[in-house]
């Protein structure tokens, strides 16, 4: 055992690396805490670093799930029909939601990359909602990928006849 007290340094680095470890548990980390420990000379957190580490040799826990990242950005009408066929083609799920100047918010829902769901503050659901949003200007949009929970859907046509009616409507 040690005579002299670890120093700061070696103290710090311990801390911070026990406080990642705390956050993503590792076997190979935790050996290297244990290590640490045993040159502070702590024996018990050494053997309580070590079992963590054997424990986890043994049952390695699973690759974390990483959460589906939102994006967002201007919203025109050209981009508002390219990124619905992005999305449908790419079997996404979630909410698409769109603010525009004056308080216009309309929100289109996706199931795997369907159109299921429109709902705006200024005009009836379903598709005079999906319509609202082709003609909103100087608009910002945001995805929130996620499993979509609808009550009723408003949208009955085919999300490949909604696009062409969409785009139909942004060109005329």
């Known amino acids: 055992m040690a005579d002299a007290s670890p120093s700061l340094e070696l103290l710090c680095e311990l801390s911070e690396l026990e406080r990642l470890l705390a956050a993503r548990p590792d076997a190979q980390g935790y050996r290297k805490l244990a290590a640490g420990y045993a040159q502070a000379g702590w024996p018990k957190e050494a053997a309580r670093a070590d079992i963590k580490a054997k424990a986890l040799l043994a049952n390695p826990l699973p690759e974390p799930v990483r959460p589906a990242q939102s994006f967002s950005g201007a919203c025109n009408p050209g981009v508002l029909v390219e990124l619905l066929r992005a999305l449908h083609e790419t079997g996404k799920s979630g909410q698409l939601e769109l603010t525009a100047p004056g308080g216009?918010?309309?929100?289109?829902?996706?199931?795997?990359?369907?159109?299921?769901?429109?709902?705006?503050?200024?005009?009836?659901?379903?598709?005079?909602?999906?319509?609202?949003?082709?003609?909103?200007?100087?608009a910002r949009y945001v995805f929130l990928p996620g499993v979509v929970r609808v009550a009723q859907p408003s949208l009955q046509a085919s999300t490949p006849d909604l696009l062409a009616a969409l785009a139909a409507r942004r060109l005329g």
Do not use: K, Y
């Open 104 to 138: 216009i918010h309309v929100s289109l829902a996706l199931d795997s990359g369907q159109l299921v769901d429109a709902q705006s503050s200024d005009t009836t659901a379903g598709e005079p909602s999906l319509f609202r949003a082709v003609v909103l200007r100087a």
